[in-house]
């Protein structure tokens, strides 16, 4: 069932109130190192690309050194993020475009984002959200696709762009990029994908996949059985 404004605005209302900050769990100072941490984080989690960065920018601290490295290096940095040799190529041929035609500065639109080895459209709109306060549509995790179609805020679609497209259609734009921050914090601790934790979650009101499964009803029957 399509969800009305008020049930969008309330579902994004109960989230900030979880999750006040919204924010990336990516670790970054420079715009380019969260660029690149994004890349790294691709079949790896941001808590082991948080302990991998540290090294690499310790050993590589600028653009310009990053785009004079040897890849094979880079590479020693990163391998435990797994598909390690495509990332360190990717990030070592983005830091030189970065230094050869941005002037050592990420880009600040979509189109020249998407220019740059590596980068999708979630890399993109993570960085025009985060770095230049530009609404966007983070939506390549698989928890914002998972939840977003649970939700009934799509139609449980699992194609990024389609997924995209449906929400940019029904989000606040200024409250787009840090609304799928908050459902990838969500997915991880409470709308767990192989054993989601329904009765402790507080979008259950607006829940297509909630109310699907028998709502209250059914989960007083599992405590009952439980108690049995």
């Known amino acids: 069932m399509k ?5 969008v605005r309330a579902i994004v209302e ?6 006040p900050d919204g924010i990336c769990s990516l670790e970054y100072r420079k715009d380019y190192e969260l660029l690149f941490s994004v890349r790294l984080a691709a079949q790896c989690t941001d808590e082991r690309v948080n302990k991998v960065t ?6 590589f601290p600028t653009l310009e050194s990053l785009a004079q490295a040897d890849i094979s290096e880079v590479e020693e940095y990163i391998h435990s993020t ?7 190529r990717d990030i070592v041929l983005a830091s030189q475009m ?4 941005y002037g050592g500065k990420v880009p600040d639109t979509m189109e020249d984002l998407l220019r740059l080895p590596g980068v999708g459209r979630k890399t993109a709109n993570l960085i025009l959200g985060d770095v230049y306060h530009t609404p966007g549509v983070v939506v390549a995790d698989t928890h914002c696709i998972r939840i977003s179609g649970l939700l009934g805020l799509t139609d449980g679609s699992k194609d990024p762009g389609k997924v995209e497209q449906q929400l940019r259609a029904i989000l606040p734009p200024e409250e787009s990029n840090d609304f799928c921050h908050r459902l990838v914090l969500h997915g991880r601790a409470v ?3 192989r054993r989601p934790q329904c009765q ?3 979008l259950r009101p607006w829940c297509d996949y909630f109310t699907k499964n028998g709502g209250e009803d059914k989960e007083k029957s599992k405590e009952k059985k ?3």
């Open 3 to 7: 969800k009305t404004k008020d049930q």
């Open 14 to 19: 109960a989230l900030k109130e979880l999750y």
């Open 54 to 59: 540290p090294a690499l920018y310790a050993r």
């Open 82 to 88: 797994g598909f390690f040799r495509a990332k360190a």
């Open 98 to 101: 970065l230094v050869r035609e």
């Open 191 to 193: 709308c767990i994908a």
């Open 200 to 202: 402790n979650c507080v």
């Open 226 to 228: 439980g108690q049995k």
